[in-house]
């Protein structure tokens, strides 16, 4: 029950930051916020899933894969960024 508890939480704080980045994006209409956003967004869904279905643990190479799908998006998105600085 606690486990479950742990992961809504950590569910509902990449929400946040996904919504938190969004915000940013309407601001600044910088890619950068708006590919965090979908990072946390997909992050988000991946801790869903996981405390959802309680899939056993070795069963969860998708789950990793969306894993790694949000924290590529965070990469290309600051690499991205400081290359367009450097372009100005």
């Known amino acids: 029950m606690i486990e479950q508890f742990l992961s809504g939480a950590v569910v509902m704080a990449f929400a946040i930051a996904c919504l938190l980045f ?7 209409r ?6 965090f956003a979908a990072s946390f ?6 801790y ?10 070795e069963e969860r190479s998708p789950l990793f894969l969306v894993r ?3 924290f590529s998006l965070i ?3 600051i690499f991205q960024s400081n290359r367009d600085r450097a372009s100005h």
Do not use: M
């Open 68 to 70: 790694l799908l949000a």
């Open 48 to 57: 869903a899933w996981l405390a959802l279905t309680q899939i056993p643990v």
């Open 22 to 28: 969004l915000k940013y994006y309407r601001r600044t």
């Open 75 to 77: 990469i290309y998105a």
């Open 41 to 46: 967004l997909l992050l988000s869904i991946n």
């Open 30 to 35: 910088e890619k950068l916020f708006l590919t």
